[in-house]
């Protein structure tokens, strides 16, 4: 069976010279190849510890203090995105609705990719009904349901335009998005919400009262049969009862 021919003394040679004149950098490079990995390795294991500690935290909080608390010292964390959301929500139920926009705001700013940004918005646009702006309140529900079409936050923010708009007397407008709500939400919970809504905001129509028996004036039986007789005259004072009548012949 042939073997491969060893290598010529000129490769041999090639090969020890490229060592010997590129060792240095070869080295190096291993060198920072390995403390990359080693760095990489323990920022993961720093990362992981935080975001532990962070939902540690998290789960301990239930104030609006602790959940800044929170923030300040676990920023950029998955518990940190939440507890803005809670920070919000606890503004919001000591009617500081301004703050809890302002909070929610800068929340979709650091976190525009997070999965409650949709559930933010709708908050948002709570808390500006709650200050009676609800143009401002409509204009953000419509933006929700165009923005995220497939969310769950899109149909709950349909029927919330439905509310608005029925304050405002636009019930046409308000007809029109539930038999929207009907036609891309037929076989879920919603459809049966925007029916009932439907049904209200149907005109009402009067139905017509029967019409009212004739009136004319009082016919006595006696003009009514003409061939009946007469009734009798009662007795005149003083006669005894079956006295023949003094006019009667």
Not at 18 to 44: D, M, N, Q, S, V
Not at 76 to 88: K, M
Not at 193 to 206: F, K
Request: charged share 20%; proline share 11%.
């Amino acid at each position: 069976m042939p073997t491969a021919p060893p290598p010529s003394r000129d490769a041999a040679l090639e090969t020890r010279f490229f060592w010997e004149r590129f060792k240095t950098p070869i080295i190096a490079a291993a060198i920072i190849l390995f403390l990359a990995g080693i760095a990489f390795t323990g920022y993961r294991f720093y990362s992981d510890r935080r975001a532990a500690a962070a939902s540690a935290a998290l789960a301990s909080a239930n104030s609006a203090q602790q959940y800044e608390q929170v923030i300040a010292r676990y920023a950029n964390t998955p518990a940190a995105g939440d507890a803005y959301i809670l920070l919000a929500e606890a503004q919001r139920k000591e009617s500081k609705f301004a703050e809890a926009n302002k909070t929610l705001e800068t929340f979709i700013v650091k976190y525009p990719k997070h999965e409650f940004v949709s559930t933010a918005k709708m908050a948002m646009a709570a808390n500006l009904e709650s200050m009676d702006k609800t143009d401002e309140a409509l204009a953000m529900y419509q933006q929700i349901a165009s923005n995220y079409p497939n969310s769950y936050a899109a149909p709950l923010a349909m029927l919330s335009q439905v509310y608005i708009l029925k304050s405002k007397n636009r019930n046409d407008d308000a007809r029109r998005i539930c038999e929207t709500m009907l036609t891309q939400f037929r076989t879920s919970f919603w459809a049966s919400e925007a029916m009932q809504q439907l049904r209200l905001l149907r005109p009402v129509t009067t139905s017509t009262p029967p019409p009212a028996p004739a009136t004319g004036p009082v016919v006595p039986p006696m003009l009514a049969n003409p061939g009946a007789p007469a009734p009798e005259a009662p007795p005149a004072p003083g006669q005894p009862q079956g006295a023949p009548s003094p006019n009667k012949p």
